[in-house]
């Protein structure tokens, strides 16, 4: 989870195309684990917001890595577009999955006393706000896959970090002029990200193409018919 420093983990999928998959708050790399797309895939496996953006270059260069897709969900969404808006040279499409322009520092403040209040209690409520009524099958996936393993290990420093990043986060739509190709997934019913934050995003990023997906919640991906979507 929370580590001194980012670390990123390659995973050949037999692709031409790489991407980065970025998470989001109160999950980690592994919550793209049911996800299929026609990548080879770039792991945060140790993960801190803080460094997130220059080891994240570092590790491409080393790898020896020119050009990458950036996918990131929810709080990733901020970060793969701080290093999308910095690296814009080395993006060949960034895709924004359930994001908010901002999020507000008094609502993440009262999260964080809840979380200090009952951490297990909290996060079982918010993991179950992440799914639609429609998204039963994606639902019970999450809870034979990830649920308890998320409530045990997910310490509160690594909720607390998050939160504290979130708290400064921001889409900026000016710096993210220069990438080519952003394409906004968002899910109908998302709880956690409401549609209306997508739309602001999308009314001020004129070149982006929004993707709405019926019925689904803020894990949209592990849709079924989020492959369709994205394969367009």
């Given at each position: 989870m929370i580590s001194a420093e980012s670390k990123f983990r390659i995973v050949e999928r037999g692709f031409k195309k790489t991407m980065v998959l970025v998470p989001g708050w109160a999950a980690d790399y592994q919550i793209f684990d049911a996800l299929e797309l026609d990548y080879n895939y770039i792991l945060p496996v140790d993960f801190n917001p803080v460094d997130f953006k220059d080891n994240l270059?570092?590790?491409?260069?080393?790898?020896?890595?020119?050009?990458?897709?950036?996918?990131?969900?929810?709080?990733?969404?901020?970060?793969?577009s701080d290093f999308a808006s910095h690296n814009t040279k080395r993006i060949d499409e960034l895709i924004l999955v359930g994001i908010r322009k901002r999020y507000d520092k008094d609502m993440l403040k009262e999260i964080k006393r809840k979380l200090k209040q009952n951490k297990?209690?909290?996060?079982?409520?918010?993991?179950?706000?992440?799914?639609?009524?429609?998204?039963?099958k994606q639902l019970i996936w999450f809870k034979k896959h990830l649920l308890k393993k998320y409530l045990d290990h997910i310490s509160l420093e690594y909720?607390?970090?998050?939160?504290?990043?979130?708290?400064?986060?921001?889409?900026?739509?000016?710096?993210?002029?220069?990438?080519?190709?952003?394409?906004?997934?968002?899910?109908?019913?998302?709880?956690?990200?409401?549609?209306?934050?997508?739309?602001?995003?999308?009314?001020?990023?004129?070149?982006?193409?929004?993707?709405?997906?019926?019925?689904?919640?803020?894990?949209?991906?592990?849709?079924p018919g989020f492959r369709e979507k994205f394969n367009g």
């Open positions: 270059l570092e590790f491409l260069k080393t790898s020896s890595i020119e050009r990458i897709s950036l996918f990131g969900w929810s709080q990733g969404g901020f970060l793969a297990r209690a909290f996060l079982y409520k918010f993991y179950l706000n992440c799914f639609s009524a429609d998204d039963n909720l607390i970090c998050g939160l504290d990043y979130l708290s400064c986060a921001e889409i900026d739509a000016e710096s993210l002029s220069g990438v080519r190709i952003i394409r906004i997934f968002h899910g109908e019913q998302d709880r956690i990200a409401p549609l209306k934050d997508a739309l602001e995003i999308k009314s001020c990023l004129h070149h982006a193409e929004l993707i709405v997906l019926d019925k689904s919640g803020h894990l949209l991906f592990l849709n």
